[in-house]
């Protein structure tokens, strides 16, 4: 279920137990998510941009999430990771710069990575938003609401233990060149350095929505 999150005091999960529980069943998911997009006045004749940005650690679920919420609401989902990923196969003047960052598990210029989501954002018919994995640090967000003139509706939260993260991006197998121990640790350092901050941002600001991603321990445990 999502719960909207207010401050940093229980924000994040602090467990590394081992024991995974059951995400909430999907359809709770859903249902919060059409509450929160009505109390906000969206509606499918409604042309005004609603963005939400996704945000969670390296292998907490954004993309998968991300996936289901299009074929439910019918949003453009937009990846950050996956336009800058996009942009290396492109052999763009930035190219190389990208790639040697995300190898080392860093965060993209965000004159880069804000220029890439623009020019999606104002080629897209829709007006539904879902950028997921941006923004990456309080420097990305700053860039975004000033180059765009916006912030977003709605900012979604997964709250997944470290552990869980670890296992998940390693057995994922998309060969990608972060994808290996060694980067994802640095990846989490930097989620914990530069991300947090930016929900925690979110949180005061009366946007978050967290979906805490192994149910009943890591609550008990947050106690
Ligand atoms: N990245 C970035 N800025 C963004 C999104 C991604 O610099 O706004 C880089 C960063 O190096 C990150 C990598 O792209 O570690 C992969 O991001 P993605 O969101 O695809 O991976 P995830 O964290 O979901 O596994
Ligand atoms: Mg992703």
Redesign the pocket.
């Known amino acids: 279920m999502w719960r909207l999150v207010t401050s940093l005091t229980a924000l994040v999960s602090t467990s590394k137990s081992s024991t995974l529980n059951q995400p909430a069943s999907t359809s709770k998911i859903w249902k919060s998510f059409t509450t929160e997009m009505a109390r906000h006045g969206i509606s499918s004749h409604d042309c005004t941009p609603f963005i939400t940005f996704v945000l969670?650690?390296?292998?907490?679920g954004?993309?998968t999430q991300c996936a289901k919420i299009v074929d439910t609401f019918g949003f453009k989902h937009l990846?950050?990771?996956?336009l800058?990923?996009r942009e290396i196969a492109s052999n763009s003047e930035y190219g190389s710069t990208?790639l040697n960052?995300?190898k080392?598990?860093?965060?993209?210029p965000s004159a880069v990575?804000v220029k890439l989501i623009q020019r999606e954002m104002e080629s897209s018919d829709n007006h539904k938003f879902l950028i997921?994995?941006?923004?990456?640090s309080e420097e990305?967000r700053i860039a975004f609401e000033r180059i765009m003139g916006a912030e977003p509706n709605i900012v979604l939260f997964f709250d997944c233990p470290e552990e869980e993260m670890v296992k998940r991006?390693l057995s994922r197998n998309q060969g990608?060149v972060?994808?290996n121990l060694d980067?994802i640790k640095k990846?989490l350092k930097?989620?914990e350095a530069l991300n947090l901050p930016v929900i925690n941002y979110y949180a005061e600001k009366g946007k978050l929505y967290k979906k805490p991603i192994c149910a009943d321990q890591c609550i008990r445990n947050r106690r």
């Open positions: 969670g650690g390296p292998g907490s954004k993309g990846s950050a990771g996956d800058l990923r990208i960052t995300i080392e598990g860093r965060i993209v990575t997921d994995g941006f923004p990456r990305n991006v990608r972060d994808d980067t990846r930097v989620f």
